[in-house]
């Protein structure tokens, strides 16, 4: 009997296991992959591509992550955004494993003038702790709805010459602790590249609730950039957020090692306030939780301060 009853126990847990990796499975054997996909953008679409099983949460490193840096690669071709490099994938080594950034540019018609730069980390935390059967944290809201602003601000400036040129950065590896901007950062400044300030586009898919903002400026109190682009936006589309300057989050995003190590104005903008979606780093961050109004609303909004601002000639945006 004991026999029996270790043998019963050993196949419920065998089927409960497999129920837990289905989704795994799922993942790893799917055919959609970013050369499947269509190159007619659309933020919904890429967001949902992003963010979906198949790219098993986009940690550094896979496969899955490597399909979407090929997906970031078609949309940049597609709206004619040049490499900024030789190639669009900047790489470099978290440990054992080669990881890349992507980034691109609008070239503008003075580009003597400061580089703005735009950008969001791609990478998520692959998998979570199992919640219904699902292990796949696919990281809708943190980070594809930053990438695919990056994205859409892309396709804008690539309609709407500036005369500033303007580099879009996705960063791999934030989630290994800011490494791709790291990179990043340092290889800027072996080679002499000093942006006029970084917009870092962090987890924008909530809408905040009793705001006069609609997205909080990390490190406001660095530099007068929310005033500068409030009035370049004419409205108050970014703001002070007090628990965002609690936690210290400021250091915590990819803008940080770009303020380090180049000494710009480097600010993320997020509407993550820590009460209005409860599923950070969860299996749960999922695309059918964004509010897409929101976030196409949101995104339209920064259009207009970012066009004014690359459109200007003279440096109004300073450290404090």
Known sequence: M???ILLLAISFGLI???????KTTEALTSSASAEGQEQNFTLEAS???????SLAGRETG???????ADHIEQVFKKFNV???????KDSFQVKTQTAYNVVGMVKGSKPELKPIMIGAHYDHIGYGKVVDNDSIANG????ATGTVAVLELAKHFSENQPKRNVIFALFSAEEKGLLGAEHLAERFSKEAVVPYFLFNIEMIGIPMNGKNYKAYLTGIEKSNFAQVFNTASKASVVGFLPEAQKMGL??????YPFY???NIPAHTVCTFDFTNFKYYHHVDDEFDKMDLKHLKSLINSFKSGLTNLANTTKDEIKLN
């Open 260 to 262: 380090e190590v180049l």
């Open 47 to 53: 967001l949902k591509f992003l963010s979906s099983d």
């Open 16 to 22: 409960a296991c497999q129920k837990a990796t289905e």
């Open 140 to 143: 809708a809201n943190d980070n």
């Open 62 to 68: 896979t496969v899955g992550i490597e399909n979407a």
């Open 250 to 255: 400021f250091k915590r995003s990819d803008n």
């Open 2 to 4: 004991k026999n029996i």
């Open 82 to 88: 040049q490499p900024y490099f030789e190639t669009y």
